[in-house]
């Protein structure tokens, strides 16, 4: 899978792999209610489907998260944007990025 946003990224550190195969089994085991992780072969970029809350603008809507792990994840947060098209939302620009500052 490609992206308008593809940052040059370092190869993950030990912890960080190690890190990443435990939560990423943890999620296909027990994923959380909305979100679905969609297999890629690629532990540094995980691809996440979400779907809109019942009862909300976003209901019956399907997004696309990509979060990038950086090198000395859990250390440093990883990057989550919104591949397009990305929600109309005031909090998400339409590049897809999250206004931090809701966080």
């Not at 940052?7 to 209610?33: D, F, G, M, Y």
Request: glycine share 4%.
């Amino acid at each position: 899978m490609t992206s308008s946003s593809a940052p040059s990224r370092k190869t993950l550190s030990k912890i960080a792999c190690n890190r990443l195969q435990k939560e990423l089994v943890e999620w296909q085991v027990n994923p959380p209610a909305g979100f679905k992780h969609k297999d890629t072969d690629n532990l540094q970029r995980w691809i996440i489907e979400v779907n809109g809350a019942p009862g909300t603008l976003y209901a019956n809507e399907t997004y696309q998260l990509q979060v990038d792990f950086p090198e000395h994840y859990p250390m440093e947060a990883p990057q989550v944007i919104f591949l397009s098209p990305a929600p109309l939302h005031p909090h998400i620009y339409s590049n897809g990025h999250i206004c931090l500052g809701i966080i």
